[in-house]
């Protein structure tokens, strides 16, 4: 199994793969677009591997990072998620990024992945909710199912106020995860008033 790569950039292409010579052997790896764009021609280059390997086809995913290639592995193994969708999921949004999508149940920020509707959205969060390693700020309603959490009714106010997506998410990261839905509300219109003051 090929864990990583260090070598030159021979040549990038238009299908998101790169090719990288190590001691003369020249690798075809697939990217995100924002690895292929560090990737330049004639460059030396590091990529941690993710090497797939089916019985039609060996694939070898780069990555910058561990973080992404970590992610990647949470990614293909979870039900209706394949290496192309995983790779177009992290070409839309970093590690860190989905961590907070999925702790703050962020379907529209899902939705901005080629090939996500709002039902695969809906889907990927309960999925993805127990494999990444997610900080406690969506606690399970008692009684464990469909009812609305503090924190997303606090991202519904916020959004309706006319707020970001990502300053909603920043925000939220620093509340205690165990306050009510008003003491939230106050206490993140603070902070997002301070930032934009």
Not at 121 to 127: D, G, M, Q
């Amino acid at each position: 199994m090929i864990g990583s790569l260090r070598g030159s950039v021979l040549e990038r292409t238009d299908e998101g793969t790169a090719l990288i010579e190590v001691g003369g052997v020249g690798y075809l790896v697939s990217v995100t677009p924002r690895t292929l764009a560090e990737l330049e021609p004639g460059s030396s280059a590091f990529l941690y591997v993710h090497h797939h390997i089916r019985e039609d086809a060996q694939t070898l995913f780069g990555f910058l990072s561990r973080d992404e290639r970590t992610t990647f592995q949470v990614l293909i193994n979870t039900h209706g998620i394949g290496p192309a969708l995983a790779l177009a999921i992290l070409g839309t949004h970093s590690p860190s990024a989905l961590v907070d999508i999925v702790a703050t149940s962020d379907l529209n920020a899902l939705t901005l992945v080629p090939g996500v509707g709002k039902k695969t959205a809906e889907r990927l969060l309960v999925e993805l909710r127990n494999r990444l390693n997610l900080p406690m700020l969506d606690p399970i309603p008692a009684g464990g199912g469909g009812g609305s959490t503090a924190i997303g009714d606090v991202r519904e106010a916020l959004t309706g106020l006319g707020y970001g997506q990502e300053e909603i998410r920043d925000a939220l990261r620093e509340l205690p995860s165990t306050a009510g839905a008003s003491t939230l509300l106050r206490e993140a219109l603070k902070l997002l008033g301070a930032r934009r003051a």
